[in-house]
């Protein structure tokens, strides 16, 4: 269970960076079809971080601001791992040999639809990132910033 989670966690940073390679911080893009009418639009390859006239507020509710934000749109494949070249366990002492291999092996092939959506408030950075999840898994092991020891840590939805 901690490997799929674990996978699940690399997968969407993976993600998430691939977005930023064609991340521009262009607010109003150009039309090149005269007879497209303009809107928000989508795209499969280009985020566009839109200015917003108001932050969104995070309280697990997805805000009407981000209605104005340009849906990246396009879908990630989950690869074989491929050949180790740093230790995932500090109990191996660097040595790629003593471990696992085939932790994304039950996951490789799998496709997930995702969006990303991007925007700004002239100080800081806002994205929406949303994926198909068919297990509704929203709630389970959820993540959060402890500011006591300034690390992310899962909450044990199950905990005593």
Same mark, same amino acid.
């Given at each position: ?5 674990? &996978? ?6 993976? @993600?998430?960076?691939?977005?930023? $390679?064609?991340? $521009?911080h ?10 497209? #009418? ?10 566009? !971080?839109?200015?917003? &006239?108001?932050?969104? !507020? ?6 009407? !601001?981000? /209605? ?8 990630? $494949?989950? &690869? ?6 740093? #230790? ?6 660097g040595d #790629?040999? @003593? ?8 996951? $490789? ?17 806002? @994205? ?19 500011? !006591?020891? &300034? ?7 199950? /905990?005593?």
């Open positions: 269970m901690k490997t799929k989670k674990f &996978s699940m966690v690399l997968a969407m940073i993976f @993600l998430i960076s691939l977005s930023f $390679t064609s991340c $521009t262009d607010d109003a893009p150009e039309c090149t079809d005269p007879g497209e #009418t303009p809107g928000v639009g989508e795209s499969p390859d280009e985020l566009l !971080v839109k200015k917003f &006239s108001n932050a969104p !507020v995070f309280d697990g509710e997805i805000d009407d !601001v981000w /209605a104005e934000a340009r849906p990246l749109l396009n879908r990630a $494949t989950v &690869s074989g791992a491929g050949n180790r070249v740093i #230790t995932l366990n500090g109990s191996s002492n #790629t040999s @003593l471990e696992p291999t085939d932790l994304m092996d039950p996951y $490789t092939g799998e496709s997930y639809s995702y969006s990303l959506r991007g925007g700004h408030d002239g100080e800081n950075l806002y @994205l929406l990132f949303e994926w198909e999840d068919d297990t509704d898994s929203r709630d389970r092991q959820s993540w959060f910033f402890n500011e !006591v020891t &300034s690390k992310w840590q899962q909450e044990n939805k199950y /905990a005593n």
